[in-house]
Each structure stands twice: as C-alpha cells, then as structure tokens.
C-alpha cells in the first residue's frame, strides 16, 4: 500500500495547468485580476460547501468510491476549461468548470489521508504514518515540479495553455485505474460483519447524531488544531497563487514573453525548483518530531517560523528585494509540507477514527473559506493597490494562528501520553 499511496500522489498531482492556472485567467483569458480573485474565491466557495456534505458521504458510502467519483468530476472540469480557451467569451462555462472542479475536491479532500490513516490502524503502523505520508508527499512535490516544468514547455512551444487541462485529464484516468485497486477493507474505518461485537459497533456508529458531530469540535486541543491548520494552509496557498502573476510581470519588465516565450518556461523552472525542495522537506518531519519531543510541539515550531519568514516576503516585497522574496516563498512552501504529515497525525489524535474524513473535511472546509476569502480581497488589492498589498494582508491572518498553535502544545503537556492518544 505505501507504493500505491506514492502512485496515488503522482496521479493525483500532475496537475501541468497548475502553475499557471492564473496566468490562464490573466493572459489567456483575458480577465482581471480583481475578476481572477473572485472566480479563485468562487471554486473554493463551491468546495468548502461541499466539503462537510461530502465528508460524511465519503465517511458513509465508501472512501475508494468517493475518490474515483472525484478524479472523474475533476476530468470534466479539466476537459471544460481546456475546450474555454478556444472560445471567445467563455465566462460562463469557466465558472461551470470551476464548479465541477469544487465538487470534485470536496469529494477528494481529506479522504486519501483517511485511508491511510485507517491503513496505518489496521497494520499497527501507527507509530510512523507520518513517515509513509511524508514520503508521499515527497512523491506528490516532485510531481508537481515536473509538471510545472512539462507545463513551461508546452506553453513556450505552443504558446496556449488549453494543453495543459487536456494532459491533466489523462492523468485522471490513471488515478481511477489505481484507486479501483485499492483492498475494500479501506473503505470504512469499521467493518460490517456478522459477529455480535461488530453488529455492537455499527449499532453505536449508526445512533451517532449531527450533535455528536459538531461536539466533536468542543474536543480538548482538536478546534485549537484546526483553527491553526487553516490559517496557515490557506494563506500559504493564496501566497502561492498570486505569485504567478508576481513572476510574470518580473519576466514582463526584463522583456521576456510568458506566452509563447522563455517566461513561461521560467515560471515551470521556479515552481520545479520550489515543488522539489518542498517535497524533499516532507521527509524531514521525523527528525523535528524527535528533536520537539512530538507532533504537536513540531507543529508549532514550524508555525512559528513560517510568520517569520513570511514577514520577512512581506518586506521584500515592499522594499523590491526581488531574489530575497522569492528564496523566502520557497521556504516557505517547504515549510508547508514539512508540516502538513505532522499536522495530520497531530489532529488525529484528538479525533474519533470512524469520523477521520469528516474531521478532515471540516478543516479543509474552514482553509477553503479563508482561502476564498484572501484570494477575493487579493484580487481586489492587486488591482485597486499592488501584489505587495496582498501579501501583507495574507501575513496579518497567518498571525492569528499563533495563539490556537501554542494552545495545543499546552494541552499535550497537561494531558497524558495515554489521554492524548485514546481516541
């Protein structure tokens, strides 16, 4: 099962529209960035109502069939958007496509990390699933880089970005292939079975209540854990967003065309450079676990570091200290996925395990608002002020985290070992 969680990865993240998907909207499109912000806002708005809904649904019915439904709903979207770029006002049919896209994650999100945490259950490998996920994710970087690059060369050769939607789509077709593979036992964090403690335990999970549910976030140390998780995943994402238009109109003043020119293949290499270091971070996390004395601990001492480093992008930015800005935004996403296995694995533990997608589905609903929310206002600033305006607004919510991230390691020193790991 590790190697197909590292397959799953690859297929899932060859995504080559990716890195340019705003430059699509901006360039190819045509449109504004306030504009670009909105529509950004408006497919994470789509995701996050979903996302509780599809949770439960994923939870209920099956994670395998949930994660194919997925990779077939973002095929349509993909195939959608590569067909607007050949028409000339295709507004309408860019929000449906974006809307597909939403569904199509809200499906996807959390899901294939509650399996490999039910894998890790069933195999007592507990102990070091945050390494598998690293590794991973380590997968999953590299991936993206290559894409990254592979998505320069086609926008430099062909000088159209249609391409890149197309051979996302095909990759699409490999991710159901290879979920369709994975053992049924996965599909529910319990089994249904004829023995009398098994029909006990469906029993118990059937009486659970929307109440029971939402209480779950009054647990001791998981709604500080979430809040954190959310600030810093969707501020980041935004951060990285908005930096495709940031590179363009770098490579724009040394009189480099993104289109059709040398920048487009620029930006692939940036994100190559950027994806790649990332990835090979995510495989770190072990050694700072050890060194923090836990999850927890590491969490917030990756937090801590990321504000800092991220007000140091904002006063790059500011004062045009071009190539400290940028090296700051690579730290930045290798922070990121230095931290997201160890996040997990922290919220884990304070989480039921038949509820892990729902759980999860509710703190990617929570990053999907925020990011909707910063990625909208960003747009706003970008166009009435600058970019520098956007990322120090991204740096002021990242903040915020601070207290809830401190808050769980105070837990974790008043709790047991044995509390803090019942579930």
């Not at 806002?41 to 109502?49: H, N, P, S």
């Not at 095929?75 to 939403?102: D, E, K, N, R």
């Not at 945490?117 to 069933?122: D, F």
């Not at 102990?127 to 997968?139: N, Q, S, T």
Request: glycine residues 8%; contains cysteine; aromatic residues 10%.
């Amino acid at each position: 099962m590790p190697s197909r969680f590292c397959v799953y990865a690859i297929c899932h993240n060859m995504r080559l529209y990716e890195p340019f998907f705003v430059l699509f909207l901006l360039l190819g499109m045509d449109l504004p960035i306030a504009q670009v912000g909105l529509l950004l806002g408006y497919q994470r708005l789509v995701w996050a109502i979903l996302e509780i809904p599809g949770g439960i649904i994923t939870d209920r019915y099956g994670r395998r069939r949930c994660l194919i439904l997925s990779f077939i709903f973002n095929l349509l979207s993909y195939v959608l958007l590569g067909w607007c770029g050949q028409m000339h006002s295709p507004l309408a049919w860019i929000i449906v496509g974006l809307t597909l896209f939403g569904i199509g994650e809200s499906l996807r999100s959390g899901t294939h990390k509650a399996i490999m945490l039910h894998w890790a259950q069933l195999h007592d490998r507990q102990h070091d699933i945050d390494e598998v996920m690293g590794v991973a994710r380590l997968f999953s970087k590299v991936t993206a880089g290559l894409a990254a690059i592979f998505g320069g060369l086609i926008v430099w050769l062909t000088g159209q970005f249609q391409w890149l939607f197309y051979c996302s789509a095909v990759m699409c077709i490999f991710g159901i292939i290879l979920i369709s593979t994975y053992p049924q036992e996965l599909d529910h964090s319990y089994q249904k079975t004829r023995d009398t403690s098994s029909s006990n335990t469906q029993t118990e999970h059937d009486k659970i209540t929307w109440w029971d549910k939402i209480k779950l976030l009054s647990k001791p140390g998981l709604f500080a854990m979430l809040i954190s998780s959310m600030l810093f995943e969707s501020q980041l994402k935004v951060g990285i967003a908005y930096l495709q238009p940031y590179l363009a109109h770098g490579f724009d003043r040394s009189d480099v065309a993104v289109v059709g020119g040398l920048g487009g293949l620029g930006i692939g290499v940036y994100f190559l450079i950027q994806d790649t270091l990332a990835g090979l971070c995510a495989t770190q996390g072990k050694h700072l676990k050890k060194k923090c004395n836990g999850v927890l601990a590491a969490n917030a001492v990756i937090y801590i570091a990321a504000c800092t480093i991220m007000l140091i992008a904002v006063t790059s930015l500011w004062l045009n200290w071009t190539w400290l800005g940028i090296i700051a935004m690579i730290t930045l996403a290798g922070l990121q996925n230095l931290r997201r296995p160890l996040a997990v694995v922290g919220i884990d533990q304070f989480m039921p395990s038949q509820w892990r997608a729902t759980v999860l589905s509710i703190e990617s609903l929570g990053r999907c608002i925020l990011y909707a929310i910063s990625a909208s206002l960003g747009g706003l600033l970008a166009q009435y002020d600058s970019l520098r305006s956007v990322y120090a607004l991204l740096a002021g919510l990242m903040l915020l985290g601070i207290w809830p991230v401190l808050a769980t390691v105070r837990y974790q020193q008043k709790a047991s070992p044995d509390a803090l790991l019942a579930k």
